[in-house]
């Protein structure tokens, strides 16, 4: 079991666990597979271990994370909401007037709901409050 040189789109290395270990006494905590595995490595895999081990560990990191998720979360939902999922048109000008668009939609909503208002020819936003 070696590893490849750097290739494909992606530049992956690439390891192989063939049928031939059959007699490993770790072979069912690799594969239950009776072909193997292949093991795939990107060139990123330190960089995405280092952010995975910091995203467990870190509590700053966490916070953050809950901070900001939810937020993040809901605007994807609406944009998402009502069978908004797919495309509705082909060619990315159009999808991209699209989706422009719904997000003006949705912004202008959040403002009214916010308090927005038209007064004399002028737009207020309610003061906020506590």
Same mark, same amino acid.
Do not use: M
């Given at each position: 079991m070696a590893l490849s040189d750097p290739g494909g789109q992606h530049h @992956? +290395?690439? &390891?192989s666990f063939g049928g031939l270990r059959t007699g490993c006494h770790?072979?069912?905590?690799?594969?239950? /597979?009776k072909a193997g595995r292949? #093991?795939?490595? +990107? *060139? %990123? %895999? !330190? =960089? @995405?271990? &280092? /952010?995975?081990?910091?995203?467990a560990t870190? *509590? !700053?990191?966490?916070a !953050?994370?809950?901070?900001w998720r939810p937020p993040?979360?809901?605007a994807v939902a609406w944009l998402v909401h009502h069978g908004n999922r797919r495309l509705r048109y082909r060619g990315t000008v159009k999808n991209d007037t699209w989706l422009h668009t719904r997000a003006a939609a949705? $912004? =202008?909503r959040r403002l009214i $709901? #916010?308090?927005?208002? %038209?007064?004399?020819? &002028?737009? %207020? =936003?309610a003061p906020a409050t506590t």
């Open positions: @992956q +290395r690439k &390891a770790l072979r069912e905590r690799c594969t239950k /597979a292949i #093991l795939t490595i +990107r *060139p %990123h %895999h !330190d =960089l @995405q271990t &280092a /952010a995975r081990h910091q995203a870190d *509590p !700053d990191w966490q !953050d994370y809950r901070r993040v979360e809901r949705l $912004n =202008l $709901n #916010l308090g927005l208002t %038209h007064i004399d020819g &002028a737009w %207020h =936003l």
